[in-house]
């Protein structure tokens, strides 16, 4: 077991001492003393968490998450977060505004409003990642090395898109939630929480509770219905600490209620992004390479890492893209393969797209009948059935009958939809199979992509103007948009008697991303934002 301890330690941040090796063994024996279940419960966490998830955008190599993770900065929503309420650690210089979010969870003893987060960030900014990445920095007790020192708690992430239709229709206590997600956890040795383990942790306040995902309860009541849950469990457990992390336009329509600290994920900095690609380079040569790494295996990760900053540094547009963790993700796997690099986000999802489906194949000379653009298009038409269902995930038999028709007019009435299904898993890694027999898009945003790139090619314009007041298409609309004319989409925001906010905030994104836009529209939007700002 004390390999599970073997983590980076500068990528966590902990200061080095020569105290190391001595503190290293005090952990391990407190690991043995820890208790049976809780030592369980922690290997299960460790064993979930420990790989950085790449959204199927390289099956072929798993990637260690301690060893590629560069920490978000974090700032708060309304600037009400003083650098005073908030410890620094030893020795460092930093910018007062933006912190890590561990800092948050050092200063919860001295300030109350700490206990309850909502972490918000753009699509791929990382926030799932944040939130597995403290779940493992906890599941090996490696938060005693960080400074400031966070408060020693016990882990648990819940995932709200895999849960909203329970807590929606039977509203679970809080620790019976967990202990029954806990059981189902692992399928071959299940976990067996003692009687009230959860309960009575959540009352001695030793937890750290993750909701994540917020926005991805496709609808909006329900959505609401969650979020007031929440709040029910934040009261229920005042001075345990809450992370809850989403979209900004999935959080607007269904805020917190209970004294929530609002934070936001802050783009990648340059110092940021150029750690994360030499990170993302070495630990993609050194699992190409079976695991090792030496000198000339570092030499080449250094080389591509350095070419790839070399060339973003070159291009105002790659640059833009590069501060999303997501998309750099994309940048870096479309240069490794040696393909050029798109100017434009809409054009990375294309090229992306086009490097899984297809381009794989190729490099492994496997014989395929259907080309990407045939594969695409019938997943175009299931990320566009999902999108309107208001669900990420579906059944395998779901799925089949969602493409079947559409496969068979691209591959033959032969064409089998399951094996169809399979091989995208299998192969290229846009569809993964989040528990048997259920499937999803490896991210969100190329369910979005496809989507409204399928929208584009039918012609269904019609169905984003009657959702631009929608927070669950606001991603669509805007990947739409950059494709097209984004006129009749910005004309149906102002043609709606009391545009939300986030509508209008969607109709000026639609304004800089979209592909034209009407000079009398572009002048009436303006015109618009500019009497709302003297009417307030």
Partial sequence: MRSEFDVSRKQLGYRESEHDDIISKVEFLLWKLTSPFKREYYRSLIYTCRDYQTQGLDKDRILNLQK???PLKIVSK????DSNMIPHGSGEVEDSKEKQIWHFLAAMAKNRSFRRIAVLGAPGSGKTTLLRHLTLTYATQQERRLRPQPPKLIPVLLYLRDLCQVIAQKQPPLAE??????????????????????ADKLRQNQCLVMLDGLDEVADETERRQVSRWVDEQMEAYPDTPFILTSRPFGYESAQLEQGVTVLKVQPFSLKQMRQFIHNWYLQTEVMSRAGEEDLGVREEAEQQADDLIKRIGNSSPLAAMAVNPLL?????????????????????????????????LRAKKINEPLTATQKQSVLQVLALALMQRKTREFPLSLGVSLI???????????ADSQEFLEQIKNVSGLLVEK???????????FQEYLAAVEIKETNQEQLLIGNVNNSWWSETIRLYAAQTNASNLIQAVLALPSPLVEAMALAYDCLEEGLSV??????????????DLENR
């Fill in 68 to 70: 590629v993770f560069v």
């Fill in 78 to 81: 309304e600037g009400k977060v």
């Fill in 177 to 198: 939630l967990i202990t029954e997600q806990v059981k189902r956890q692992w399928k071959r040795q299940p976990l067996d929480p003692p009687p009230n383990w959860f």
């Fill in 328 to 360: 750099l993700t994309m940048i870096a796997t479309v240069h490794r393969r040696g393909s050029a690099l798109p100017g434009k986000r809409v054009e990375l999802y294309k090229e992306i797209c086009q490097v899984l489906l297809e381009r794989r």
């Fill in 404 to 414: 079947q028709d559409n496969l068979a007019e691209v591959a033959g009435s032969a």
């Fill in 435 to 445: 528990e048997l027999g259920v499937y999803e898009f490896a991210h969100l945003s």
């Fill in 518 to 531: 009407y000079p009398e529209v572009k002048q009436q939007l303006e015109a618009r934002l500019e009497a």
